[in-house]
């Protein structure tokens, strides 16, 4: 194949052929930049090569009023464009992170959240329960999409998705944002309670200490931002006995039968144990059964009856506890 050619000008401002890969370090004539020697002298006598030439551009004053709204609009949409472009490359990184704004307005159940350059729409659904939004208080919530609409951009939001969780925990426990603590599952009913799994990639590590801080500092900061959610932090295994059993503290299992073809877990607790581990309406059932992704059936010692996370109710349970009983001996 022939090596592409390009046409330079020499120092009498001629064009001579010069191969592209050639190592020749003069400047490329651009039409747009550059004018020829001998077209130069015509405005200016005397111009050297590679010197600038200042002229004024002619003045045209017979433009109509549809040329003139024409150009307008042109440069509005161009405006428009770039700023486009520059919001979704800002926001576009912070996709699948937490960022705070302050609350523009509250309309039709939506809030509006103002982040200087763009404005954050959190719908109902994405709300957490019992939550008030108050006008021009600042507020963090998690960005899960950059939407592009004819009418500008929006930014999706939510703070009950389980990634605001792991987030929140993220930017309070060190260990997490560093890679050694990891939160393995997340089951949450927002504005009520939640349960995360955690696992220690160094084994000298406690995942749970670590999640709870000292004194409870580090999940107290982030029930906080969750309008006191509760959260229960249970030790994550690769054995599903081990975690199943666990996902029901502060229950205590007695015994734990696994039916893989139905993926099904059959527990027996103490009959005192029993309310305790279904929860009230069944939340800490239902939340165990989400974190694990087993199905969950409960039952008493005695074995009178076997309870179904999406069927029980239950009238009267005993006040549970923040966290899990794992918890409580880092805390005493």
Sequence with gaps: ??????????????????????EDERIRFNAEKHIL?????????????????IFPLEAKDDYGRI??????????QKIREAERESIVGEFGGKEGEIISGIIQKVERGNVFIDFQRAVGIMP???????????????????????????????????RTHPEFLKNLFSIEVPEIAGGVVEIKSVAREPGSRSKIAVFSNDANIDPVGSCVGQKGIRVMTVMSELSGEKIDIIPWSEEPKEFVSNSLSPAKVLDITLKDDEHKALIEVANDQLSLAIGKGGQNVRLAAKLTGWKIDIKGVGGEEIVNPEEVVVQEVKEEPVISQTVEKELE
């Design 1 to 22: 194949m022939d090596d592409t050619i390009v046409r330079m000008p020499d120092e009498n401002g001629e064009f001579e052929e010069i191969p592209e890969d050639s």
């Design 37 to 53: 020697l001998e077209d130069a002298k015509k405005i200016k006598k005397g111009v050297s090569l590679e010197e600038e030439v």
């Design 67 to 76: 040329a003139a709204q024409t150009a307008k609009q042109v440069i509005i």
């Design 124 to 158: 109902p659904d994405e709300q957490i329960r019992g939550e008030n939004y108050r006008r021009g208080e600042r507020i963090r919530a998690y960005l899960y999409q950059v939407e592009e609409t004819p009418r500008g951009i929006n930014l999706r939001l939510s």
